[in-house]
Structure formats: C-alpha cells, structure tokens
C-alpha cells in the first residue's frame, strides 16, 4: 500500500520562475494538507483541500501561492514568480475522511530558488 | 490566537532513561492530539494520536492528555540513540479542522 506520494523531490529554480509541487494521497484518502517548513522551524500550515474544494487556505500567502485538488489526478501547489524566500521544504499530507483527521505525510519535496 | 508551544530542546537523555516531552495548548476548544517524529532532512512520522483524558501506550511510548491544564505529553520509556530526532506536537479542533502544530523538541539520547 503505497504512502503519500510528492515528487519532485528536489527542485531548484531561478527568481521569477514557476514552481510546481504535486502530491498524490495515499489510496483511499480524500483529504490533503499541504505544509511548509523552513529550516530548524516548524510545520506552518498552508492549506487543507479535498477533491475540487479548497476547506481552508487561511496559511496561504495572498499572492503567488494557488493550490488545486482537481477531480481526477494529484494535489499541486503552485508558486509563481518565485522568491528566495520560498526556499523551504514543502509538505504534502494526506487523511482518510472527515471523521478523522490523523495526517499522513508524504517526503516532502525541497524547494531552493537561486 | 491558537497555539501549540513546546520547550525547543534539546532535551539530552542517556540511553535507557525516560525521555519526556511536553507541550501545552491555548484553545480549549481541541479534542484531538498528536505526536509526530521527525528525523533530520525527513517528513514528520506519527507515533500516536490520543482523544481522551488519560494515558495511552503503545510499546515503549506513552501519550498523556490532562484538558484541564491543557496539557499533553509524551513519555519515551528506554529511551535508545535511534530515538534522537525532533519530535512535534500537534492539535486540532477535530472535524475539518486543521491541525496546528508546535515547533519541536529536539531529543538527544546519549549512548
């Protein structure tokens, strides 16, 4: 059974380009939460969605930053016009329903924009 | 303004003692709770979530929650060098609630 998938792994871009993270929950889990941590910090929450909804984006940055969970294929978070500031590692989430709310996380993928 | 606050650490531990690790919370409000591990450079692990007022155990881990002084902890019972890492604490209203999560403890067991 496989777990919460992200990839890239890794992604390095310049300032001002596009950033694409894409993250498929494990089987079975309609609920993602994507994450960003910067180093020696903490889990800063970004936003929660389930399929072709977004519940709660209150951790987004206004401008920038969209995320999607479209009806069929994974959850993308999108950066636009990246800054250095939006080095960090990006964490994807999944869980099982909404009677629950146990996350499981997937390996993250590392941002570095030069 | 919601928080989970834990002691950043780290906290050193000789091998085979207790470690435990505590975390407080602000919004009464919560009902679920949970303790995430994780190693340098990887992706956050659960080790336990807990509901109820009480103890909860899973091998050599122990989750406590006291609502009242809105107060969780987690005890590591012989503690080895492999359970070095930052270990985060986190709780959520339940539901469609998102999940706050504190900034880690860093455990250091020492051989």
Redo the contacts between chains.
């Keep these: 059974n496989a777990g919460v998938m992200q990839n890239p792994r890794h992604l390095v871009r310049r300032r001002g380009q596009e950033a694409r993270l894409r993250c498929s929950p494990m089987k079975g889990h309609s609920h993602v ?1 994507w ?1 960003r941590q910067l180093p020696e ?5 970004m936003v ?1 969605l389930q399929k072709e909804n977004i ?2 984006e ?2 987004m940055p206004k401008e920038r930053f969209s995320a999607e969970f479209p009806k069929e294929g994974p959850s993308i978070l999108r950066i636009q016009q990246v800054v250095r500031g939006d080095s960090a590692a990006y ?1 994807c989430a999944s869980s099982p329903s ?2 629950t ?8 993928t590392r941002l570095t924009v030069l | 303004q919601k928080e989970v606050e834990q002691n950043s650490g780290p906290l050193s531990v000789p091998e085979g003692a207790i470690a435990s690790l505590n975390c407080t919370y602000s919004d009464r409000g919560s009902q ?1 709770f ?1 303790w ?1 591990r994780q190693y340098s450079g ?5 080790i336990m ?1 807990i509901y109820s007022n009480g103890d909860k155990e899973d091998g050599r881990f122990t989750a406590q929650l006291n609502k009242a002084s809105q107060y969780v902890s987690l005890l590591i019972r012989d503690s080895q060098p492999s359970d070095s890492a930052t270990y ?1 604490c986190a709780g ?1 209203l ?11 403890t860093k455990l250091q067991v020492i051989p």
């Design positions: 939460y994450y910090e903490g889990l800063k929450f929660y519940i709660d209150s951790g964490f909404d009677l709310d146990t996350q499981y996380f997937g390996p993250g | 679920s949970f995430y990887k992706s956050p692990e659960l979530f985060l959520s339940g539901g469609y609630q998102k999940v706050t999560f504190g900034t880690g």
